[in-house]
């Protein structure tokens, strides 16, 4: 499929972008309202300037990329979980890529990667049950142990402060007894770097799906279209909310609100045809090749609705984009960045990521000042990660 980032859309000229308010709440910090999140043209023409498969010595082979981020506009840093590693595109100069973290037991080794968490000063933290600190140059520092609680449960951390406390989300991790539908709720914690002390400051809801019980166990069945929880972090602040509606708010290192953006549309139909496609995609990619598995996904319940997003990420300057909720037969998606003074800062249309069984993952992984970096992948599950250049911010 060719690359579609807003070039040669003649529409964009002539559409009306959709209403967009700017409010002061009373709290005292900016809201933004969306009358909706379809409708916006693209603004611009996106340059590519980078991409792994155009390397010097040759294209680097990735295996399910679990998430990027930025180093300034110089270097794009890669999380590999299939391959268990951590590489750094260079983008100065020839691009070329170089593994700074690989997998091992050791300091600066990593295990499973659970979450790539920027901090200031272009410093990363790349967490596998361990925090391993690697400096702005990509440099390994060192290798914290988190408390023991991180053993039991996946954290997520969002923002790693100047104390060592944290400020994070805990990973998928409910059992549920009970068959039906079921939903995880996500909670805000902000703890203590021993882990003695924490506070939960907000909830969300998180992933659902249907509890099947078989002969094998309890089946987690996906739901199509389904709700979850969305969560980005540029170090500092961190964007979150659930799929449910678009009501997302921007925390500070503290937790406290500093920016909302919502909208009162209703979410988009999902017609009949697409949600047997949505059937269909689900019964080619059975876990197991099982009657009972098979019975269970056939039997997948699936939403009306989209869900009101899709795609979440914050920028190094606090701007938030989003990227709109598509139907499985969609070949793109829509990304809109807005600022907390309420300007557009671009549009850009991509290839959308082809669909997991569970929402959450999309295609772009990271956004700079300047770029973003966008995730690509064949029909035959090849990965491979481009950098595109954002088009200057339209003056109107």
């Given at each position: 499929m060719a690359l579609v980032l807003g070039a040669g859309v003649?529409?964009?000229?002539?559409?009306?972008?959709?209403?967009?308010?700017?409010?002061?709440?009373?709290?005292?910090?900016?809201?933004?309202?969306?009358?909706?999140?379809?409708?916006?043209?693209?603004?611009?023409?996106?340059?590519?300037?980078?991409?792994?498969?155009?390397?010097?010595?040759?294209?680097?082979?990735?295996?399910?990329?679990?998430?990027?981020?930025?180093?300034g506009d110089s270097a794009l840093v890669i999380a590999d979980s299939g391959n268990g590693e951590v590489v750094v595109l260079d983008l100065r100069q020839s691009p070329r890529a170089r593994t700074v973290a690989p997998p091992g037991r050791g300091p600066g080794e990593l295990g499973r990667i659970i979450a790539l968490t920027p901090s200031a000063g272009a410093e990363f933290f790349v967490y596998d049950g361990r925090l391993h600190h690697f400096d702005a140059s990509a440099a390994y520092r060192r290798t914290t142990d988190l408390p023991s609680r991180s053993r039991r449960i996946d954290l997520l951390p969002l923002v790693i402060r100047p104390d060592s406390s944290l400020l994070y989300v805990p990973g998928d991790q409910r059992v549920f007894d009970q068959p039906g539908?079921?939903?995880?709720?996500?909670?805000?914690?902000?703890a203590s770097s021993s882990g003695e002390r924490s506070d939960t400051l907000a909830t969300w809801l998180g992933l659902e799906r249907e509890i099947h019980p078989t002969s094998l166990g309890k089946l987690m069945v996906p739901v199509g279209y389904g709700r979850t929880f969305a969560v980005d972090s540029n170090g500092s602040e961190v964007v979150i909310g659930s799929t449910d509606s678009l009501a997302l708010r921007v925390v500070?290192?503290?937790?406290?609100?500093?920016?909302?953006?919502?909208?009162?549309?209703?979410?988009?139909?999902?017609?009949?045809?697409?949600?047997?496609?949505?059937?269909?995609?689900?019964?080619?990619?059975?876990?197991?090749?099982?009657?009972?598995?098979?019975?269970?996904?056939?039997?997948?319940?699936?939403?009306?609705?989209?869900?009101?997003?899709?795609?979440?990420?914050?920028?190094?300057?606090?701007?938030?984009?989003?990227?709109?909720?598509?139907?499985?037969?969609?070949?793109?998606?829509?990304?809109?960045?807005?600022?907390?003074?309420?300007?557009?800062?671009?549009?850009?249309?991509?290839?959308?990521?082809?669909?997991?069984?569970?929402?959450?993952?999309?295609?772009?992984?990271?956004?700079?000042?300047?770029?973003?970096?966008?995730?690509?992948?064949?029909?035959?599950?090849?990965?491979?990660?481009?950098?595109?250049?954002?088009?200057?911010?339209?003056?109107?």
């Open positions: 003649a529409c964009s000229d002539v559409e009306e972008r959709p209403p967009l308010s700017f409010v002061q709440a009373e709290a005292g910090h900016p809201v933004v309202e969306l009358s909706t999140l379809s409708g916006w043209p693209p603004t611009g023409s996106p340059r590519r300037v980078a991409s792994t498969n155009d390397l010097e010595g040759g294209p680097l082979l990735l295996n399910r990329v679990h998430s990027g981020l930025f180093l539908l079921r939903r995880d709720t996500v909670p805000l914690i902000l500070n290192a503290a937790g406290e609100t500093v920016f909302e953006i919502g909208s009162d549309d209703p979410p988009a139909r999902v017609p009949s045809d697409a949600r047997s496609a949505w059937i269909e995609h689900l019964e080619e990619r059975l876990p197991i090749d099982n009657a009972e598995v098979r019975r269970a996904f056939a039997a997948s319940p699936v939403r009306e609705t989209l869900p009101a997003f899709a795609g979440l990420k914050i920028d190094p300057d606090g701007g938030v984009w989003i990227g709109e909720a598509i139907q499985i037969d969609a070949r793109a998606r829509r990304w809109i960045g807005l600022s907390r003074e309420g300007d557009v800062l671009g549009v850009v249309e991509v290839p959308r990521l082809p669909f997991d069984r569970l929402p959450g993952r999309t295609e772009i992984i990271a956004f700079a000042r300047h770029h973003f970096a966008l995730l690509r992948k064949n029909y035959l599950d090849e990965e491979w990660v481009e950098v595109w250049r954002l088009p200057d911010p339209d003056p109107s």
